[in-house]
């Protein structure tokens, strides 16, 4: 039998197990697990030490290495952040829906665990324990199938993880790591129907496809944000140039950063050239149309790759529009539903582009940088959904929740 | 351009306009689709029987001709059904979540249309207009893939939906045939990603293995099931008996008969005769282990495979088990996550067969025949969920939308 299919059949036994844990021993579980890593943290920098030294031999780039390293702080910083999951309010047991029938039968539909949850991530150590930590409040065992970047690191974590639920009413099975990290175990995941209810990717968007494209086990999506600030007819100058900086370079390298400007050509006459000056100022490299071109000399001409490029990078495409719908029916082209915002003083045009633009999280005289679980208040997030189904946006715990409906009677039959 | 992408293109487009209709104007669609069709009913009568002659010739099972075969009075009940989903709650606007945040940002998580519905499913016309009523009133277009048995039914029902819709607000493309129906163009639909946000699967249980294995857009899947009884250690003889004769015999041929009995050892030596007793005067062909097929000779030896098989008709297999987690073990292994059921005295084994057993409905002491959308109250069904992603159990019309967050502000930016 492989390592997946094994470890598969042992993480579906501690599901059952889990769907009877209550909240407390859950939590209890977690501070256990706080608490072992920073006791094993000589271990465990020590094996990090591993994975980074084999990682400077085989090149890897050194933005990866700085992801893969851990030191005493970023340690407390995994112990602090279980904690925060310690604080969060348990979804599992929720009352849904609750239905009185005049036959007498009692309905409840009743929030209740996934199951199983495959995670394939990249080389970040922490999303080890914050993977383990979320399913586990939630009432789910993992099976985590991290880089091989990161394998030495993957592995000491799980030990200590497992250290820790010795002492707890939580299965070791629960948690259970792909020692194996060749793509062979990554495709055997992806079709584990029988013991696998969910996978979550984490990381690139070439691996998020790859999953989507290979997976026959349902798949929550954490996508790719190509996301725009259409600047309309009649806007705040000051809040426009407010907003626009603050989404394109507060932070470049996240999912809700702004990477293209659509601006509606009355605007451009007016305050283009101001916009363009500061965001020039401000290092950010353009790239326009013939109208923005004609601006500045610095300015580079866009192409269609430039409005599809979600660039992580402190560069903005900038295109001239006519319309709100002109911009609408550019981003239903270009976007990747996530999220998009519009800078307007007329409400019927912030209106209409919030209810025709399709993305998780239209945003009306706002940066798109808030797009976040923490800044929505939900405290943890296991990622932001692109799909439709399911869970949509900022994704806290009760997207790796499932419901089941508990129907009580007194010996009911059917008519 | 295949007809698949050229329609996928115009579903897309139709999609947007359908974002901004009110409940009154789909209303008013239904409306006029239910008008047509009875004022169509010549024509269509007509087309449907090209449908059953080249069945007839074909060789077609006189069971799926009659499913395929209207009169007026099917055509009536398909009339009234349209008029039902008028009279349902419309779910698109309904706000789910309100967040104030300090900053001021106001966020509004709102239903919203899911956009393109992809159907595919099996020779009977009435899905065609059913599937185009529930995807318009939640707001969608959808694309059918009807089955080549069914296609001059399919044509003429489009085409009467296309006439009424011409006097509407909605738009024509909002429901389009598929009418190349050769396995070419299912194929298609699995992939067609960028214009279609979801499949739903409606047929056999082999049409809707090959959507899950094969598509890479996100599938509602309705599945089968292989519904127990877990009769308990202590339960209400008369009861049980009354349970089991109508989740199996009430109806035959539908995912919520009871497929396979458990009984408990005790139940057995003290009321186990009777109960075969009434299954077998019942005509109920039953397959059980040794302790059962001892009762009686005209028992047949259950198998493995019969443990695994939906009979869909009067057949149960039957098995001892010597307790409540004997038999939790038996559904996890055989269960399809549909219904399943305890028959039981004892409240405690009531509360850890419907928390452990993992399935959409777990009922206590009543017939799994109850798992059904009109059952459950909410007016329409699209088919019961099996899987636990996005929704699970009977599936009214909030399956068919997905949630979008409305974030307004004053120019706020991220600190």
Same mark, same amino acid.
Request: hydrophobic fraction near 40%.
């Given at each position: 039998?492989?390592?997946?299919?094994?470890?598969?059949?042992?993480?579906?036994?501690?599901?059952?197990?889990?769907?009877?844990?209550?909240?407390?021993?859950?939590?209890?579980?977690?501070?256990?697990?706080?608490?072992?890593?920073?006791?094993?943290?000589?271990?465990?920098?020590?094996?990090?030490?591993?994975?980074?030294?084999?990682?400077?031999?085989?090149?890897?780039?050194?933005?990866?290495?700085?992801?893969?390293?851990? %030191?005493?702080?970023?340690?407390?910083? #995994? *112990?602090? +952040? &279980?904690?925060?999951?310690?604080?969060? =309010? /348990?979804?599992?047991?929720?009352?849904?829906?609750?239905?009185?029938?005049?036959?007498?039968?009692?309905?409840?539909?009743?929030?209740?665990?996934?199951?199983?949850?495959?995670?394939?991530?990249?080389?970040?150590?922490?999303?080890?324990?914050?993977?383990?930590?979320?399913?586990?409040?939630?009432?789910?065992?993992?099976?985590?199938?991290?880089?091989?970047?990161?394998?030495?690191? %993957?592995?000491?974590?799980?030990?200590? #993880? *497992?250290? +820790? &639920?010795?002492?707890?009413?939580?299965? =070791? /099975?629960?948690?259970?790591?792909?020692?194996?990290?060749?793509?062979?175990?990554?495709?055997?995941?992806?079709?584990?129907?029988?013991?696998?209810?969910?996978?979550?990717?984490?990381?690139?968007?070439?691996?998020?496809?790859?999953?989507?494209?290979?997976?026959?086990?349902?798949?929550?999506?954490?996508?790719?944000?190509?996301?725009?600030?259409?600047?309309?007819?009649?806007?705040?100058?000051?809040?426009?140039?407010?907003?626009?900086?603050? +989404?394109?370079?507060?932070?470049?390298?996240?999912?809700?950063?702004?990477?293209?400007?659509?601006?509606?050509?009355?605007?451009?006459?007016?305050?283009?050239?101001?916009?363009?000056?500061?965001?020039?100022?401000?290092?950010?490299?353009?790239?326009?149309?013939?109208?923005?071109?004609?601006?500045?000399?610095?300015?580079?001409?866009?192409?269609?790759?430039?409005?599809?490029?979600?660039?992580?990078?402190?560069?903005?495409?900038?295109?001239?529009?006519?319309?709100?719908?002109?911009?609408?029916?550019?981003?239903?082209?270009?976007?990747?539903?996530?999220?998009?915002?519009?800078?307007?003083?007329?409400?019927?045009?912030?209106?209409?582009?919030?209810?025709?633009?399709?993305?998780?999280?239209?945003?009306?005289?706002?940066?798109?940088?808030?797009?976040?679980?923490?800044?929505?208040?939900?405290?943890?997030?296991?990622?932001?959904?692109?799909?439709?189904?399911?869970?949509?946006?900022?994704?806290?715990?009760?997207?790796?929740?499932?419901?089941?409906?508990?129907?009580?009677?007194?010996?009911?039959?059917?008519?």
């Amino acid at each position: 039998m492989s390592e997946v299919i094994e470890k598969g059949k042992r993480a579906k036994v501690a599901s059952f197990t889990m769907m009877e844990r209550t909240t407390e021993e859950k939590n209890a579980a977690l501070c256990a697990i706080a608490a072992q890593l920073l006791q094993d943290e000589a271990h465990i920098l020590q094996e990090n030490e591993r994975d980074l030294i084999e990682g400077k031999e085989k090149g890897i780039d050194s933005a990866v290495l700085d992801r893969i390293m851990l %030191n005493h702080d970023r340690l407390v910083a #995994i *112990h602090d +952040a &279980l904690l925060q999951v310690v604080e969060l =309010q /348990d979804p599992i047991g929720e009352i849904l829906e609750v239905i009185d029938k005049e036959n007498g039968l009692h309905i409840e539909k009743r929030r209740v665990p996934l199951g199983v949850i495959g995670m394939i991530y990249e080389a970040r150590p922490n999303v080890t324990v914050d993977a383990a930590a979320l399913t586990l409040k939630t009432g789910n065992a993992v099976i985590l199938r991290g880089s091989s970047s990161a394998k030495y690191s %993957n592995q000491v974590l799980v030990e200590s #993880i *497992h250290r +820790a &639920l010795e002492k707890t009413t939580i299965p =070791q /099975d629960a948690v259970l790591l792909i020692e194996d990290t060749s793509r062979q175990t990554a495709s055997e995941l992806f079709t584990m129907k029988e013991y696998l209810d969910v996978l979550i990717p984490r990381g690139s968007k070439a691996l998020i496809d790859t999953v989507v494209a290979n997976s026959t086990v349902p798949v929550l999506e954490t996508g790719a944000g190509n996301c725009h600030i259409y600047i309309d007819e009649v806007a705040n100058p000051q809040m426009t140039t407010q907003i626009v900086l603050n +989404a394109k370079t507060q932070r470049t390298s996240v999912c809700n950063a702004a990477e293209s400007l659509l601006i509606h050509r009355k605007y451009v006459e007016i305050h283009g050239e101001e916009l363009i000056q500061v965001l020039l100022d401000a290092d950010v490299t353009l790239y326009g149309d013939e109208a923005i071109c004609n601006m500045d000399s610095r300015i580079y001409s866009a192409t269609d790759e430039d409005y599809a490029t979600e660039y992580l990078a402190m560069s903005l495409s900038i295109k001239t529009v006519d319309s709100v719908d002109e911009a609408i029916q550019h981003i239903q082209k270009y976007g990747t539903k996530h999220s998009e915002a519009i800078v307007t003083e007329l409400q019927d045009n912030a209106k209409r582009f919030q209810q025709l633009v399709d993305a998780a999280a239209v945003y009306h005289n706002a940066s798109t940088r808030f797009t976040d679980g923490f800044e929505f208040g939900y405290g943890a997030e296991i990622g932001i959904s692109t799909q439709k189904l399911h869970a949509r946006g900022p994704m806290g715990l009760p997207a790796l929740t499932s419901e089941k409906y508990y129907i009580d009677g007194a010996g009911q039959i059917r008519q």
